[in-house]
């Protein structure tokens, strides 16, 4: 496989990956638990390890060096808008986790 199939495969992982996050992101805008999300979970890890593993290779030089401009370029707008879609899932997940906390405390503080 060419290092230009293996880019447009990134490229198709990345979209693939971002619209589920994209997915999820929605989920966890609803209050309480959200119909799906495990599903999504377990998609989302599937795919984020193929992801990690496929930067990993356009990550060195040689292989970045073979790549053409716009393929580059390309690449390089799918990792940013991917990232600030993750950095959003981080802080929507944090919140859902704090919610959570937030109600152990409420019933901790009732039941004494």
Known sequence: MSTEDK????L???GQLSQLVKRENELLKTPGRANGLKEILA????LSDAYEQQL????????VSELDPVARSRIKEAITALT???DENKRRLE?????AKHVVEIIANVAK
């Not at 919140?95 to 919610?99: G, R, V």
């Open 84 to 86: 600030a879609m993750m």
């Open 7 to 10: 880019a447009q495969d990134f």
């Open 12 to 14: 198709n992982l990345t």
């Open 95 to 99: 919140a859902k986790i704090e919610a």
């Open 56 to 63: 990993n290779y356009f990550s060195q030089p040689k292989v």
């Open 43 to 46: 998609e989302k890890q599937v």
